[in-house]
T-cell receptor
Framework: DAKTTQPTSMDCAEGRAANLPCNHSTISGNEYVYWYRQIHSQGPQYIIHGLKNNETNEMASLIITEDRKSSTLILPHATLRDTAVYYCIVRVSDSWGKLQFGAGTQVVVTP | DGGITQSPKYLFRKEGQNVTLSCEQNLNHDAMYWYRQDPGQGLRLIYYSQIVNDFQKGDIAEGYSVSREKKESFPLTVTSAQKNPTAFYLC??????????????FGDGTRLSIL
């Protein structure tokens, strides 16, 4: 699976949109982009995933560039409960087994 | 509510003891997984199961064992052969089709410590 690069940390003001970037320049045509987050001492929570089209659900939006080498997770109105480590993962469509979590981005939402 | 239940939340083990971590899901998922997370690190796959009565080793299976006798249950035993068992253990499940397009959903974990 392709590797991803994310900023180590970022701050966001409560009520504002949080835009979390992820680079995956070696992504293959059959690899999906997944986003998870992990709040301290809890299990990872699935947020959203996509292949090449932009995706939106009740939690977030995922914007994937046309060349698929990078993506942005958008939390439209950040709340204090969105403070967590956010992980961007790419995964082959026909693979079984592990999700490869990197270091992620520590997002802190401030009042 | 549908979900994945791990128990206990905290577990203490004496040196030389085997312990079993429970994982139950009521999502009707075929595939189940066990991961280990050490402080400040990512998740590492221990075992996974695609279907009842079948399971495969992950990257760090040594010192662990699993069973999959029922679709909803995938217990993990940490044996005395596991030399560094102190960690946060996470169970996950997914629908179980060819898995790349199916998200894994996680339980809230069991924190295992050695006395």
């Amino acid at each position: 699976d392709a590797k991803t690069t994310q900023p180590t940390s970022m701050d966001c003001a409560e009520g504002r949109a949080a835009n979390l970037p992820c680079n995956h320049s070696t992504i293959s045509g059959n690899e999906y982009v997944y986003w998870y987050r992990q709040i301290h001492s809890q299990g990872p929570q699935y947020i959203i995933h996509g292949l090449k089209n932009n995706e939106t659900n009740e939690m977030a939006s995922l914007i994937i560039t046309e060349d698929r080498k990078s993506s942005t997770l958008i939390l439209p109105h950040a709340t204090l409960r969105d403070t967590a480590v956010y992980y961007c993962i790419v995964r082959v469509s026909d693979s079984w087994g592990k999700l490869q979590f990197g270091a992620g981005t520590q997002v802190v939402v401030t009042p | 509510d549908g979900g994945i239940t791990q128990s206990p939340k905290y577990l203490f083990r004496k040196e030389g003891q085997n312990v079993t971590l429970s994982c139950e899901q009521n999502l009707n998922h075929d595939a189940m997984y066990w991961y280990r997370q050490d402080p400040g690190q990512g998740l590492r796959l221990i075992y996974y199961s695609q279907i009842v009565n079948d399971f495969q080793k992950g990257d760090i299976a040594e010192g662990y064992s699993v069973s999959r006798e029922k679709k909803e249950s995938f217990p993990l035993t940490v044996t005395s052969a596991q030399k560094n068992p102190t960690a946060f253990y996470l169970c996950a499940s997914s629908i179980g089709e060819v898995a790349g397009n199916q998200p894994q959903h996680f339980g809230d974990g069991t924190r295992l410590s050695i006395l």
